[in-house]
């Protein structure tokens, strides 16, 4: 099992700036693909980004330019950095988390963090 623990939301004025953590509670090496998804009001869960174990980063097109996600291994950690926010980025943020366990993939949620911008 993976825990996941998302921070570092919260209410924002348009054009600011926010990074968005994921704490895992195993060892994220391990973990292939880690992405980031946004559920904004009234809409269904979406994709932003996905980084790999070795780097490799991809990005839904409302998130390229302005979002960036990163890992650091040997923090257990994944961050999406949040830049020139605007109102339509308001939203849960969910961090996935999927691992190969020996037969099969494994797929983990955390419990999301919350991002207002006002404008």
């Known amino acids: 099992q993976v825990s996941l623990t998302e921070s570092g939301g919260g209410f924002v004025q348009a054009g600011e700036s926010l990074r968005l953590s994921c704490a895992a509670s195993?060892?994220?090496?391990?973990?292939?693909?880690m992405s980031w998804y946004r559920q904004s009001p009234g809409k269904q869960r979406e994709l932003v980004a996905t980084i790999t174990s070795d780097g490799l980063t991809n990005y839904t097109d409302f998130a390229e330019g302005r979002y960036t996600i990163s890992r650091d291994n040997a923090k257990n950690t994944m961050f999406l950095h949040l830049r020139s926010l605007k109102p339509e980025d308001t939203g849960g943020y969910f961090c996935?988390?999927?691992?190969?366990?020996?037969?099969?993939?494994?797929?983990?949620w955390g419990r999301g963090t919350q991002v207002a911008v006002s404008s």
């Open positions: 996935h988390a999927q691992r190969w366990e020996r037969t099969r993939w494994g797929y983990y």
């Open positions: 195993s060892n994220i090496a391990l973990i292939y693909y």
